[in-house]
């Protein structure tokens, strides 16, 4: 299997610029989380679907955050707009209790700068 | 916050050596989660312990668990150079669904 796979690896965007990060799940994999990783914070848990729909979005800080998943291949995270302290490395991981065991996979991260 | 607490947040021993960490958290849970973490890389599952386990070991990982202090302990025996990285502990709702990761224990090992 591919992994999660996440895109972009590293964006740079200026203050104001809408950004979309993706996210590919493992195949098979019904639930997906969304993370946000800083020195201060550490990690953070931003929001999570189960079978393509949100179940907790506590964690999202703002309403310039928002998340989607049209389908159980595909998930997006925008910021819209971004502001410096968005600058973070986000995570995208994915889970099935059921059939792949209680551990969680993750991707390689999205490492956003926002100047 | 849910998330757990790691410490140290870091550590240098000499290869080796034995490094221990440890972390608190504050809800009730299913089971709690050591991951570790390369520089620039995702987090990785290392082991697992269910909440009516005390202790767990794989290869050179011992994992504690007192569930009546809210606390846990990562060992790793005789470690390497290549052991160097963050480790987290996550722990694991009720539902078994929601994961919230510790703030991280920095672990350098020295050759």
């Known amino acids: 299997d591919a992994g999660v796979i996440q895109s972009p690896r590293h964006e740079v965007t200026e203050m104001g610029q809408e950004v979309t990060l993706r996210c590919k799940p493992i195949s098979g994999h019904d639930y997906l989380f969304w993370y946000r990783q800083t020195m201060m914070r550490g990690l953070e848990l931003l929001i999570y679907f189960n079978n393509n729909v949100p179940i907790d979005d506590s964690g999202m800080p703002e309403d310039r955050f928002s998340a989607k998943m049209p389908n159980a291949s595909f998930s997006t995270l925008k910021i819209q707009p971004s502001e410096p302290r968005d600058s973070a490395v986000y995570f995208c991981?994915?889970?099935?209790?059921?059939?792949?065991?209680?551990?969680?996979?993750f991707g390689e991260g999205s490492w956003l700068t926002v100047v | 916050s849910q998330q757990g607490e790691e410490d140290p947040q870091a550590l240098s021993i000499q290869e080796g050596e034995n490094a221990t960490m440890n972390c608190s958290y504050k809800t009730s849970i299913n089971n709690l989660q050591w991951y570790r973490q390369n520089s620039g890389r995702g987090l990785v599952h290392l082991i697992l312990?269910?909440?009516?386990?005390r202790e767990k070991h794989s290869g050179r990982l011992r994992v504690t668990l007192d569930t009546s202090k809210k606390s846990s302990s990562l060992l790793i025996t005789a470690s390497r150079a290549a052991d160097t990285a963050s480790y987290f502990c996550?722990?694991?709702?009720?539902?078994?669904?929601?994961?919230?990761f510790g703030t991280g224990t920095s672990l350098t090992v020295i050759p």
């Open positions: 312990i269910r909440s009516n386990e």
């Open positions: 991981a994915s889970h099935s209790r059921v059939r792949f065991g209680n551990t969680i996979y």
């Open positions: 996550a722990t694991v709702s009720n539902t078994g669904n929601q994961f919230y």
